[in-house]
């Protein structure tokens, strides 16, 4: 507990609201508790490959100057989702004996905990990790920074389609982020109020669409409708699949206007459809209440586990509180699927949400 340690600290993977706000408990507690040294490893493993660092401290950012990164959505150190990281593994893994840490704090989904693992595990770091996700797909913990922001993006974009939809009698079809877990939309389309939820988990019908479009219309006289596409949603026999930009892992088709396509050929051009892909406007924003508290408990309790020597370790959510689990079990179970059979995936079909096939 005694001896100074030099830490540093990166975000790795897709960026999301509360990042900074991790960043900013990691300094506060470091500096002002432990009286550490935090260094910040810009655009993660290509700045260690780099061998690039920055002073994070409270003369550089003073109280006054930290503050921001409360309501800063992004991340100060930038990240990247993409490249051949193992490529480089050597490299990478030499750069924390050469900047002299005495353990990393990353801040990652479950993609880069994977390969931040491996590089810890052969370069024997002493690393803590902190999950971060708009997906929710990390396994071992409830909350992942960014989810709860993300959410309230997508609920607020159906509070407004859901006032120009009956203007015009319209089916909105919304598609939002979840190529392969369809956490967010479940979430943001029980909590939005929409009528129909597909997401990767559970296969879903163009028919049975239709068929719950018209019940609306015709049995409840309800000519408006939303519906919230998660990005990978398939039929059962994956009818629709979207190709990825080289090297990215973003979608270069839409899997909304499909849908959009599909209700309008099977309703025989009945239904005015209109689309909105919600796209990254769902990484961006002011991080909610929830992501700055539990980015600031998860800030704390990872410095603490330094402190303490704990390593190989990802700070969690679990029963209303912070835990710490181990990695190679988190790598192991993610990412996390949302189970079909689950509360939730029942709570939306009993408020007459159509959710897919298997319900
Ligand atoms: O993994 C998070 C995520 O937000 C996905 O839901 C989405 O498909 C992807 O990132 C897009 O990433 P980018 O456009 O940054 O490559």
């Not at 001896?3 to 975000?11: D, F, H, P, S, W």
């Not at 559970?202 to 309800?222: D, K, M």
Request: proline share 3%; hydrophobic share 45%; glycine share 10%.
């Amino acid at each position: 507990m005694g001896n100074k340690k030099r830490i540093g600290i990166l975000t790795s993977g897709g960026d999301c609201p509360g990042l900074n706000c991790v960043i900013r408990a990691v300094i506060s507690h470091a500096t002002l508790t432990y009286n550490w040294e935090v260094l910040g490893i810009p655009y993660a493993t290509q700045g260690l490959l780099e061998r690039k660092a920055i002073a994070l401290n409270m003369h550089g950012l003073d109280l006054r100057g930290i503050d921001p990164l409360l309501s800063m959505g992004g991340t100060i150190l930038g990240t990247i989702n993409k490249g051949d990281t193992l490529a480089h593994a050597g490299e990478i893994i030499a750069s924390y004996e050469a900047l002299g840490l005495d353990a990393l704090i990353v801040i990652c989904g479950d993609g880069s905990l994977a390969i931040l693992h491996e590089l810890a595990s052969l370069g024997k770091w002493n690393l803590i990790a902190i999950p971060k996700t708009i997906d929710n797909d990390v396994a071992l913990t409830e909350r992942a920074i960014g989810f709860d922001t993300a959410v309230s993006t997508i609920v607020d974009a159906l509070n407004r389609l859901t006032f120009t939809a009956p203007s015009h009698d319209r089916v909105m079809v919304v598609e939002v982020m979840g190529r392969a877990a369809g956490h967010l939309a479940l979430h943001s389309g029980i909590a939005g109020g929409a009528d129909v939820i597909l997401i990767p988990e559970i296969p879903y019908s163009i028919t049975s669409i239709c068929r719950h479009l018209v019940e609306l219309r015709v049995r409840w006289q309800r000519k408006f409708a939303i519906m919230v596409v998660a990005e990978g949603a398939k039929t059962a026999n994956d009818s629709f699949s979207c190709t990825t930009a080289e090297s990215s892992h973003a979608p270069v088709c839409g899997l909304g206007q499909y849908i959009a396509e599909q209700v309008d050929y099977c309703s025989a051009k009945k239904i005015d459809m209109r689309v909105s892909v919600l796209g990254h406007i769902q990484r961006g924003g002011i991080p909610s209440a929830l992501d700055r508290l539990t980015a600031t408990v998860f800030g704390k309790a990872a410095v603490d586990l330094v402190a303490q020597e704990k390593y190989g370790l990802m700070v969690a959510w679990q029963n209303g509180q912070a835990v710490a689990v181990p990695l190679k079990e988190v790598v192991a179970k993610s990412p996390l699927s949302v189970d079909p059979h689950s509360e939730l995936v029942e709570v939306a079909s009993s408020v007459g949400i159509y959710i897919g096939e298997t319900v």
